[in-house]
């Protein structure tokens, strides 16, 4: 079975700084989806970024951007110029590739992330 | 377009008695999945229907079950509550089942309390 792990339950930032979120998930599969959603205090899960197994190039959407270590196992998210709307609990999530479980994701404990002036 | 709509927003009930929550899909969507979220357990799987059959299950009791409406609406159902129960219920809708490149949509959920 996949788990995913999220060592840090809680990370601080100032405005406009940078920081990294960290996730390492343990598979024996080669063909898989990596997430980072975000949930602010609406509680709605938002799509952050996604990452596919596959692909060697780090995914990218605006401010935020991912290491993705497939080796290693690691998934990190880096939020540049950081805002007080980022402030949320941030999840790492995995999802094999099998079509036949889409929907099944794998969640990690998730890190709150928050945002100082 | 309407993002995923849960209903009620919150509820509370006791021990013994049974629970039906609704999620709407995003329009055009007709899959839908649930998840349970708890401080303890954190983010698990429940399960997943499409065409109004269920695809996918996740490792939950009979106490849980589902059904998906020919609208691709979804309820689920929790019988013989326990205090365990207590958690929030997300629910995600994605346009189909079995592509590669789904993506999920979520819905700001349902907080179940058992007294």
């Known amino acids: 079975a996949q788990t995913v792990t999220q060592s840090q339950p809680e990370m601080s930032v100032q405005e406009a700084e940078t920081v990294t979120l960290s996730c390492t998930y343990d598979?024996?599969?080669?063909?898989?989806?990596l997430f980072w959603y975000k949930q602010p205090p609406s509680r709605q899960m938002i799509l952050v970024i996604r990452?596919?197994?596959?692909?060697?190039q780090n995914a990218t959407e605006n401010r935020f951007s991912v290491n993705f270590q497939k080796a290693a196992k690691s998934f990190s998210l880096k939020i540049s110029d950081s805002q007080l709307g980022d402030a949320a609990m941030y999840f790492c999530?995995?999802?094999?590739?099998?079509?036949?479980?889409?929907?099944?994701?794998?969640f990690g404990t998730g890190t709150r992330l928050q945002v100082t002036l | 377009k309407a993002g995923v709509t849960q209903t009620p927003r919150y509820l509370i009930k006791t021990r013994g008695q049974q629970v039906t929550l609704s999620c709407s899909p995003i329009?055009?969507?007709?899959?839908v999945s649930w998840y349970q979220q708890t401080p303890g357990q954190g983010l698990q799987f429940l399960f997943e229907?499409?065409?109004?059959?269920?695809?996918n299950k996740g490792n939950f009791p009979g106490r849980f079950s589902g059904r998906q409406f020919s609208n691709s609406r979804s309820e689920m159902n929790v019988s013989t509550l326990e205090l365990g129960d207590s958690a929030l219920y997300l629910c995600?809708?994605?346009?189909?089942?079995?592509?590669?490149?789904?993506?999920?949509?979520f819905g700001s959920g349902t907080q179940l309390s058992v007294l």
């Open positions: 329009s055009g969507h007709r899959s």
């Open positions: 995600a809708s994605s346009l189909a089942w079995g592509r590669r490149n789904e993506k999920l949509f």
């Open positions: 229907y499409f065409s109004e059959t269920q695809r």
């Open positions: 598979t024996s599969e080669s063909d898989y989806y």
């Open positions: 990452q596919e197994a596959y692909k060697q």
């Open positions: 999530a995995y999802r094999t590739a099998d079509t036949g479980t889409a929907s099944k994701l794998t």
